[in-house]
């Protein structure tokens, strides 16, 4: 079955850097377009960034343009999300996800906390 795992998250101090990780199983991982979302209590998912097939179109929210990049590796099915210059307000559970068909997939989920 599909599988999304994320890690990398935890606690940084605001300026810091962190790359997060999903790692998929259970699908053709390098025929779909995988996307990154972070949620906040209270508020909806947000898209932050997507990345196609082969990776030759990233799209970002403009609350992380310049600061976030979203990359693959096709052979180690796993899609990373560097974030750099972080800000309190990046603090939210953030989610890889992917829709395959008429079907969405999400991992569980790793918690960035942004605080002095």
């Known amino acids: 079955q599909v599988q999304l795992v994320e890690s990398g998250g935890t606690l940084v101090q605001p300026g810091g850097s962190l790359r997060l990780s999903c790692t998929a199983s259970g699908f053709t991982f390098s025929s779909y377009i995988m996307n990154w979302y972070r949620q906040t209590t209270g508020k909806e998912r947000e898209l932050v960034a997507l990345i196609t097939r082969a990776g030759g179109i990233r799209n970002y929210a403009d609350s992380v343009k310049d600061r976030f990049t979203i990359s693959r590796d096709n052979a180690k099915n796993t899609v990373y999300l560097q974030m750099n210059s972080l800000k309190p307000e990046d603090t939210a559970v953030y989610y890889c996800?992917?829709?395959?068909?008429?079907?969405?997939?999400w991992g569980q989920g790793t918690q960035v906390t942004v605080s002095s």
């Open positions: 996800n992917v829709r395959l068909g008429g079907s969405e997939y």
